[in-house]
C-alpha cells in the first residue's frame, strides 16, 4: 500500500471506532460530568499509549523538545472533547451531528491557512457530496425535519469544539518535528490529561466514582482505549499521509457507521430512503481515493 492508502485505511477505521463513542456515549450523558469524563479518559488512554511508546524505545530527546507542542494540540482535542458534552446537555443528538459535518470543511481552510493545502475542484465536490450524504443520514431521510432545524445554545457550543477540531488536524502536521505517531500521541495525551485535570478538578473531586453504573465504565474504557488511544494514533499517522481536508471527509462515514452501532444495539434498523446517504458518502470517499492532484 502507497502512504495515501495506508492514510485512508487509518481514517476507515477512525471513523468506525468513533461511531461508536457516540451510540455508548449517549447511554451515559446525564451519569458523569464532561470534565471529569473525559480526563480520567485522557489519563487512561496515556498509560495505555506511554506502554506502547516504552516498548518502541521510549521518548528520545528530540521528541520531549518544545514540550509546548503537545500542550496547543492536547489543549485543542480538550476543548473539543468538553464543548461536544456541554452541548448535548442543550442540543439534540440529531442538530449536534449537523454542526459535525461542518468539521471537513473548516479543516480544509485551516490546511490552507497553515499549511497552503490546496483543495481542488474534484476533492470540493467529493466534500460537498459527502455532506450531502452525511446531512441525509443524520436526518434519515425526512426533509421536513431537516428544514425544521434550529440552531440553539447547545448547537453554537459545539459548533467551537468543531472548530478546535478542526484546527487539530492541521496543527499536527505543522508541530511534528519527526517524531513516531505513537509517540506524538503520547506527549499530547498526557498535556490533554493535564489541562483537564486542572480544568475539572472542582468536578473530578465531586463525582462519586463509586456509584457510577457500570454502563459508565464500559463506556469509559471504550472510549478510553478505542474512541482515543486507538483514533489519536490513527489521526496521527493519517494526517501525515493525506491532506487536512481528506483526513476529516472520513467524519462523512461516521453517522454511517452510526447506524450500524445502533442495529447492534438493537435499536432497530431505519428506513430505505437512509441509505441513499450512506451511498452518497462512500461515492465522495471513492472520489477522494482517486484524487491524485492534491500532494500530500
Known amino acids: 500500500m502507497t ?3 495506508r492514510g485512508h485505511a487509518a481514517m476507515l ?3 468506525a471506532l468513533v461511531a461508536g463513542s457516540f451510540s455508548l456515549g449517549a447511554l451515559v450523558a446525564n451519569e458523569i460530568d464532561p470534565a471529569a469524563l473525559n480526563a480520567l479518559r485522557f489519563a487512561l488512554a496515556a498509560c495505555i499509549i506511554g506502554v506502547a511508546v516504552l516498548a518502541t524505545g521510549g ?18 482535542l480538550s476543548v473539543y472533547f468538553v464543548l461536544m458534552f456541554e452541548g448535548l446537555k442543550t442540543a439534540p443528538p440529531v442538530s449536534a451531528a449537523a454542526v459535525f459535518t461542518l468539521t471537513p470543511l473548516m479543516s480544509g481552510f485551516f ?3 497553515l499549511l497552503r493545502q490546496i483543495t481542488t475542484p474534484r476533492m470540493a465536490l467529493a466534500l460537498a457530496i459527502g455532506g450531502a450524504g452525511a446531512l441525509w443520514v443524520i436526518f434519515r431521510a425526512d426533509v421536513t425535519a431537516l428544514f425544521a432545524f434550529e440552531v440553539g ?15 487539530y488536524t492541521p496543527m499536527v502536521r505543522k508541530l511534528n518535528r519527526g517524531e ?3 509517540v506524538f500521541t503520547f506527549g499530547m495525551l498526557v498535556a490533554g490529561a493535564l489541562l483537564l485535570t486542572i480544568y475539572g478538578w472542582s468536578d473530578i473531586r465531586a463525582t462519586d466514582w463509586a456509584g457510577l453504573p457500570a454502563i459508565v465504565w464500559v463506556t469509559l474504557v471504550y472510549i478510553a482505549v478505542f474512541a482515543s488511544a486507538a483514533t489519536f494514533v490513527l489521526l496521527q499517522f493519517a494526517t501525515m499521509c493525506l491532506p487536512s481536508a481528506k483526513v476529516m471527509a472520513y467524519t462523512y462515514l461516521t453517522p454511517s457507521w452510526v447506524i450500524l452501532w445502533e442495529v447492534a444495539l438493537g435499536n432497530g434498523v431505519p428506513g430505505p430512503l437512509v441509505f441513499g ?3 452518497l458518502t462512500i461515492i465522495a470517499l471513492v472520489m477522494l481515493l482517486r484524487d491524485d492532484e492534491v500532494a500530500t
Do not use: N
Open 111 to 113: 490546511g490552507w491557512w
Open 59 to 76: 521518548m528520545t530527546r528530540a521528541a520531549l523538545a518544545a514540550p509546548w507542542r503537545y500542550l496547543v494540540l492536547g489543549g485543542l
Open 180 to 182: 513516531p505517531a505513537v
Open 3 to 5: 502512504p495515501a492508502l
Open 153 to 167: 445554545k447547545g448547537e453554537v457550543i459545539y459548533f467551537f469544539g468543531c472548530l478546535s477540531h478542526a484546527i
Open 13 to 15: 477505521t477512525f471513523s
Open 277 to 279: 446517504g450512506v451511498v
